[in-house]
């Protein structure tokens, strides 16, 4: 059967929600800076998307982490192939992922980025397949809970593909 996508979380349904996020992370930073930490590349697009909808200060910055091969299985191995380019001591820190599934990536990041020291540090994620999770993580803004299924679109990919696709679909026809 050849590769296909099928919608899970449609274009209008994932901008609607990052208005949402991006009005509760206002209030919730109200009188603050906010320093965006995205996890490249993945977090991309949620995070240019989230920024343009909070209302205080953005500062950003990029890392890539990486536990995933071009492949559909966690490899359980994190390593930083990227790292920031701004400390983060005494910044109000707010890392964007894409999705979170076995946790160990996120468990992993926060830990190291703890170390270096931020006033606060909370985690948004676009998509949580909770029902996937090895390592615990406090997950503090969720676009959308998904079902433990392979999904693409909005930052995410399979193979490197489909990153570019403006909603959240679930790749089917894969061996
Ligand atoms: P974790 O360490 O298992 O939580 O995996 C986190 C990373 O795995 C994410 O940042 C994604 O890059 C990748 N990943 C996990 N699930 C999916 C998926 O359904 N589609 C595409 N990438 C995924
Ligand atoms: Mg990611």
Redesign the pocket.
Known sequence: MAEHIKVLVSEEEVDKRIRELGEQISKDYAGKEVHLIC?LK??VFFMCELAKRITVPVSMDFMSV???GDD?K?SGV?RIAKDLDEPLEGKDVLIV??????????SYLMKVLQERKPASMRLCTL?D?PD?R??MVDVDYTGFNIPD????GYG???AQKYRNLPFIGVVEGVE
């Open positions: 996890v993945g977090g990486s536990s995933y559909t966690s994190v992922e894409d999705i979170i599934d076995s946790g160990r990536t996120l998509l397949k996937r090895v390592k299924e392979f999904v693409v995410l990919d399979y």
